[in-house]
């Protein structure tokens, strides 16, 4: 295969993404409601899964583009666990799931549909959830919308 001589990819590889990476266009946004944005904190913010595995799925992201976790500054990961912390309170007090699911996919094979930029996921769980729809029908019944879940999990401060 032929190599080009590429500079301008170095930058492209190097620099973070703000166009390719919708997480990054979120970021730069301030439409929060549009976005689902639940909170911001200093170095981070929540925000809603469009696609979400359950009612009341979350990603916390931090606001830099950054793809792991040794990345980060240690006040921004502190301040993304916090705002983690939060946000399972948040889910906890207002939707009483059962359990939650808290992870970090890393690398695209481990499922990350946004492998650049971290995120973790917080995904609320209910004991009855876990029925035969999902395993049958490859779907999932979602009974609560984006819009109303975001309602329910905003706050202010
Ligand atoms: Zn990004």
């Given at each position: 295969m032929d190599k080009l001589w590429a500079p301008w990819r170095k930058q492209y590889i190097t620099k973070k993404q703000p166009h390719g990476c919708f997480i990054c266009r979120i970021h730069a946004s301030s439409k929060d409601a549009k976005h689902y944005v639940l909170k911001r904190s200093r170095s981070s913010f929540a925000v809603l899964n469009l696609f979400p595995y359950n009612n009341g799925h979350v990603m916390i992201v931090p606001k830099?583009?950054?793809?792991?976790?040794?990345?980060?500054k240690d006040r921004e990961m502190l301040d993304l666990m916090y705002l983690m912390n939060q946000v399972i309170d948040r889910i906890q007090t207002e939707?009483?799931?059962h359990g939650m699911n808290v992870g970090i996919n890393l690398g695209r094979v481990a499922g990350?549909?946004?492998?650049?930029h971290l995120h973790i996921h917080v995904v609320p769980r209910w004991?009855?959830?876990?029925?035969f729809m999902p395993v049958i029908?490859?779907?999932?019944?979602?009974?609560?919308?984006l819009a109303s879940v975001y309602k329910r999990l905003k706050w202010n401060r």
């Open positions: 830099r583009h950054v793809k792991s976790l040794k990345q980060l939707m009483k799931p990350a549909g946004v492998p650049g004991s009855a959830d876990t029925n029908a490859e779907t999932k019944v979602i009974s609560e919308s």
